[in-house]
């Protein structure tokens, strides 16, 4: 490697660089549910640099010149980005005592009888998975993508308070205003249109993540409660469509309402894709 490259790569822009310029307000209008997710696109030239418009202007310029240079010198593929996002978040994980954080989590506390180090045992949907600041490892060998990753390594870091019982929508969670779009666009309006009359496809679906729920207060057609990790239940609550009366199939996530003390809302929004991903891939599958 010639010495400009070196150069370069020490001195590159990361995605946690570009992350700490934003005002990790999450509002969206960058068109990526998160700062971090900007971040992490905005660098390897995914979306450009000015979707943010909260940047100030005059130091985006050098910024601009300097990403330009780096991308064209082939530095900061995706993957790297995400794995300076993973470094940075094992890095604060190091320094956790996580024998005595375990239980709080609903985690299983563990030696590794390889390393001897402490690691974590969760169940996370429909998996098991350890958790040590070296890595995710899934016990069903199913790969974890750094997203589910970084989602994890947030969920130990952030700990977890026990769910109170009181189910709400993200509107009641405060300062959600920007991520209420995202669910809806991202996770309830793709479930409706999947599943616009058939409450046994949707039961059928989601049937590997979902308890089926006898009443819930809404008056839904179909709800069901999910446990996304120990302490985040999640209730997805649908109405049929109504042909006559012009109504279309309706979805709507529930919470818990102290949700917020355990994971940030970027995490909720994350595991509400997780789980509508799931259940839509599922769908398609039983289908073809
Ligand atoms: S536009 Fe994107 S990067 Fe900028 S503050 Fe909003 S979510 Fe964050």
């Given at each position: 490697?010639?010495?400009?490259?070196?150069?370069?790569?020490?001195?590159?822009?990361?995605?946690?660089?570009?992350?700490?310029?934003?005002?990790?307000?999450?509002?969206?209008?960058?068109?990526?549910?998160?700062?971090?997710?900007?971040?992490?696109?905005?660098?390897?030239?995914?979306?450009?640099?000015?979707?943010?418009?909260?940047?100030?202007?005059?130091?985006?310029?050098?910024?601009?010149?300097?990403?330009?240079?780096?991308?064209?010198?082939?530095?900061?593929?995706?993957?790297?980005?995400?794995?300076?996002?993973?470094?940075?978040?094992?890095?604060?994980?190091?320094?956790?005592?996580?024998?005595?954080?375990?239980?709080?989590?609903?985690?299983?506390?563990?030696?590794?009888?390889?390393?001897?180090?402490?690691?974590?045992?969760?169940?996370?949907?429909?998996?098991?998975v350890h958790i040590s600041p070296s890595d995710v490892v899934s016990l069903s060998d199913r790969e974890i993508n750094p997203w589910e990753k970084i989602?994890?390594?947030?969920?130990?870091?952030?700990?977890?308070?026990?769910?109170?019982?009181?189910?709400?929508?993200?509107?009641?969670?405060?300062?959600?205003?920007?991520?209420?779009?995202?669910l809806r666009s991202h996770c309830e309006e793709p479930l409706a249109k999947a599943f616009p009359s058939d409450r046994y496809a949707l039961a059928r679906?989601?049937?590997?993540?979902?308890?089926?729920?006898?009443?819930?207060?809404?008056?839904a057609d179909w709800a069901g409660q999910c446990r996304v990790l120990p302490k985040v239940p999640l209730r997805l609550l649908w109405w049929a469509e109504?042909?006559?009366?012009?109504?279309?199939?309706?979805?709507?996530?529930?919470?818990?309402?102290?949700?917020?003390?355990?994971?940030?809302?970027?995490?909720?929004?994350?595991?509400?894709?997780?789980?509508?991903?799931?259940?839509?891939?599922?769908?398609?599958?039983?289908?073809?």
């Amino acid at each position: 490697m010639d010495e400009r490259k070196r150069r370069m790569i020490q001195n590159r822009i990361t995605p946690i660089d570009l992350f700490k310029l934003t005002p990790k307000t999450n509002c969206g209008q960058c068109g990526q549910p998160t700062c971090l997710a900007y971040a992490t696109q905005a660098v390897v030239g995914e979306i450009p640099l000015g979707s943010c418009p909260h940047l100030d202007s005059q130091g985006l310029e050098g910024l601009q010149s300097r990403l330009d240079r780096q991308l064209e010198a082939g530095i900061g593929r995706k993957r790297e980005g995400f794995e300076k996002t993973l470094e940075f978040l094992r890095a604060e994980l190091a320094g956790w005592d996580l024998e005595a954080l375990g239980p709080h989590l609903g985690a299983e506390v563990e030696r590794d009888p390889h390393t001897g180090r402490v690691r974590l045992t969760l169940p996370y949907l429909d998996d098991v998975v350890h958790i040590s600041p070296s890595d995710v490892v899934s016990l069903s060998d199913r790969e974890i993508n750094p997203w589910e990753k970084i989602f994890l390594f947030n969920y130990v870091i952030g700990g977890a308070v026990e769910p109170s019982g009181i189910w709400v929508g993200m509107e009641s969670l405060p300062n959600s205003i920007s991520k209420i779009k995202s669910l809806r666009s991202h996770c309830e309006e793709p479930l409706a249109k999947a599943f616009p009359s058939d409450r046994y496809a949707l039961a059928r679906a989601a049937s590997p993540w979902f308890v089926e729920l006898e009443a819930d207060d809404g008056g839904a057609d179909w709800a069901g409660q999910c446990r996304v990790l120990p302490k985040v239940p999640l209730r997805l609550l649908w109405w049929a469509e109504d042909p006559q009366d012009g109504f279309p199939a309706r979805v709507k996530f529930l919470f818990d309402e102290r949700v917020l003390e355990t994971l940030d809302l970027e995490s909720l929004l994350f595991a509400c894709e997780q789980v509508t991903e799931r259940i839509m891939k599922r769908h398609s599958q039983g289908r073809s």
